[in-house]
């Protein structure tokens, strides 16, 4: 009986320290996606800062080279490696999505109270133009998107080169904003700063991630499938 209730009591201690080990995992990954959304929106500040297209397009890039130099989640950068990942892998794509929602959102809710207020206009000019768009045309445009972020995760992550690394990382990141494609979430960000949010936005906003995503597992995919395609998928 004593021995039963030791390996009971064994049993309880090791099933809530791996409660707590996965509740610790869980918060660690929803900091680090927070911290991607953020810094995508301070690009998307500095981009709104700028008149030049092509500086704007590359002082966003910012954001997409602290998440990668940092480690930090970033949900149009994470479902790139779905196809090489197993099905629980998805509760960290929902997880990632939200940390970036948050983190996206809390700065567009803040940045109107500051000296930055001046770019809301602009925001609102673009979060019109976004929603003036019809939804298969937006979401072609976040298929795109999501092609041009993979190749620039995927290169940064398997390109060995020092400069060829950054090369792949920056262009294709501003090749699709000077192109006008659709990155589910920068468009958090817009639509937060200019107040935009209602149900077109919502909608709009839940075509675009859709859109992200299947752009993103693309080239993956034809990589997990075809022998000639050969990329370093890990995560």
């Keep these: 009986m004593l021995t039963e209730r030791r390996k009971d009591g064994i049993l309880v201690v090791a099933l809530r320290f791996s409660v ?12 680090k996606s927070f911290l991607g959304g953020f810094v995508i929106a301070i690009g998307a500040v500095a981009c709104l800062s700028v008149e030049n297209k092509a500086l704007g397009a590359f002082l966003f890039t910012l954001g997409v080279f602290s998440v990668s130099s940092f480690g930090f989640c970033l ?6 490696f779905i196809p090489n990942k197993q099905s629980s892998f998805i509760k960290d794509i929902i997880l990632t999505y939200l940390g970036n929602f948050i983190g996206t959102v809390s700065l567009g809710l803040v940045l109107p109270f500051t000296k930055l207020s001046i770019l809301v206009p602009k925001a609102q000019d673009i979060a019109a133009l976004k929603l003036s768009d019809t939804l298969f045309s937006a979401f072609v445009m976040s298929v795109l998107c999501g092609m041009m ?4 995760v995927l290169g940064f992550k398997t390109i060995k080169d020092g400069t060829g690394k950054y090369i792949a990382l920056f ?18 960000f817009y639509y937060t700063f200019a107040g935009a949010w209602g149900s077109p936005a919502l909608i709009h906003s839940a075509v675009v991630a859709l859109g992200n995503l299947i752009g993103g597992t693309l080239i993956p995919f034809a990589a997990k499938y075809t022998d000639n395609i050969k990329l370093g998928c890990e995560e």
């Design 149 to 152: 972020i993979c190749i620039s």
């Design 171 to 188: 262009l294709p990141i501003m090749v699709y904003i000077l192109a006008g494609f659709e990155n589910s979430i920068a468009n958090l």
């Design 20 to 31: 707590l080990f996965f509740e610790v995992i869980m918060l660690k990954h929803f900091v």
């Design 75 to 80: 949900f149009t950068g994470k479902v790139c």
